[in-house]
């Protein structure tokens, strides 16, 4: 069977953290009482206001297709946001409306990347950063970071990096960050920014998380540090996370006109355009507020407090402060040493935890990094209240 599938099918890895929710779900389904803090998602519902949006949207035979590239409505108000929120200048012929941020990735991939082309991205990384780089033929190449270095790659890393590599073609740059939560600050990013433009690389610039950061960390885009560094870069962005619309399926991306072009080109070729009543919804979620965005946040500030608290109170257990996303991602390292189990990875860990204390966390190997594992915050206080006791109890009883 393998024999019929393409070297490009066979070397695509399932996604770690759809199997853990999978198996979580599975497990519910058959009467196991599974707490999962593995889902990628916020537990909130679709605020009204834009649910409306895409009723009327409906009502009003808003159903055919529409231009690949978005409708003309919603790229006006993606370059509205890109103004006011980082304060970044584009023309609509600069936007592309994606089914999803991660659609999006895939068609400026495929529009930037030749075979073998280099794509260099910080780990712990998104999991589907490496894949997508993989499905175009590129090369992930990793930078490693840890808890010591915030998560964060350094400037002078990036140049030590890109001085051995034969076919440097971007970097991926993700803040707020998943799974770490870390969050770039302006001079980081200049320096960053600054190393790209001396090796004549791009920038993906993935700010999915934007809208979610905490104890007043502001967010910055990178492609504000100047236009020239605007120039070289690709924002990606879209509703999924900060308006709770994971299913509905938009993201966005803004950048050079030719990059873009050939990305909604390819993507005419691909999916067409993102189904035209979540387009009409989408506008309505960019343009309107009725508090709920931020009475979202607010409570993903409340859980995460608590959350990363009471994990830097396990013994053992190293937590550091995330600052955006739903994500906190403890250091497991003592357990994977310390154990009378035969525990050695993350995710013989995490097998062992939902199987035998009905908590699920996703493994840090998922995301390159095997000392970790990840929890969602997005998730009910009562959940992760007593998601921790059990993971807690599950640690005890390895040791
Ligand atoms: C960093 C990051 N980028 C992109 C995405 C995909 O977002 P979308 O739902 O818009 O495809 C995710 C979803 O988990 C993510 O974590």
């Not at 199997?19 to 909130?44: H, Q, T």
């Amino acid at each position: 069977m393998n024999s019929m599938l393409s070297h490009r099918a066979r070397a695509i890895k399932p996604s770690p953290t759809l199997m853990v929710s999978a198996l979580a779900k599975k497990m519910k389904s058959e009467g196991y009482d599974v707490i999962n803090f593995g889902v990628g998602e916020p537990d909130f519902n679709t605020p009204d206001y834009i649910k409306n949006a895409a009723k009327k949207a409906l009502d009003d035979n808003f159903t055919r297709y529409t231009e690949s590239a978005g409708i003309p409505e919603l790229r006006e108000v993606i370059v509205e946001k890109f103004l006011k929120d980082n304060n970044l200048k584009y023309s609509i012929d600069e936007i592309l409306v994606s089914p999803g941020a991660k659609a999006s990735i895939i068609h400026i991939l495929l529009a930037i990347c030749d075979p073998r082309d280099e794509v260099l991205i910080p780990s712990p990384y998104w999991v589907s950063y490496t894949s997508q780089v993989e499905m175009v033929d590129g090369h992930p190449i990793l930078l490693p970071t840890n808890m010591s270095t915030n998560f964060k790659i350094t400037a002078h890393q990036l140049e030590d990096a890109l001085s051995s590599l034969s076919s440097p073609k971007a970097l991926i740059l993700n803040s707020p960050n998943n799974p770490t939560g870390t969050v770039y600050n302006k001079q980081e990013l200049k320096e960053i920014a600054e190393v790209c433009l001396k090796h004549n690389i791009l920038i993906l610039s993935d700010e999915i998380y934007e809208k979610l950061t905490y104890d007043g960390e502001e967010h910055h885009s990178i492609a504000s540090v100047s236009k020239k560094v605007q120039d070289i870069t690709i924002v990606v962005n879209g509703v999924s996370k900060s308006y709770a619309m994971t299913g509905w399926r938009l993201g966005y991306a803004a950048g050079p006109h030719e990059i873009i072009k050939y990305a909604s080109r390819i993507q005419s070729h691909t999916t067409s355009n993102v189904n035209s009543m979540t387009q009409k919804a989408a506008v309505v979620a960019l343009t309107q507020n009725d508090g709920s965005i931020d009475r979202m946040r607010q409570q993903f500030e409340k859980r995460r407090n608590f959350l990363v608290a009471e994990l830097n109170n396990i013994p053992n257990i190293k937590c550091t402060l995330p600052k955006g996303a739903f994500y906190a991602m403890p250091n497991v390292s003592f357990y994977l040493q310390n154990n009378t189990k035969d525990i050695r990875t993350s995710a013989d860990l995490c097998s062992y935890l939902i199987q035998n204390f009905y908590v699920a966390v996703v493994p840090g190997v998922a995301f390159g990094a095997n000392n970790y594992v990840r929890f969602s915050y997005a998730n009910s206080m009562d959940n992760i209240e007593k998601g921790l006791q059990r993971f807690e109890e599950g640690l005890k009883s390895i040791l």
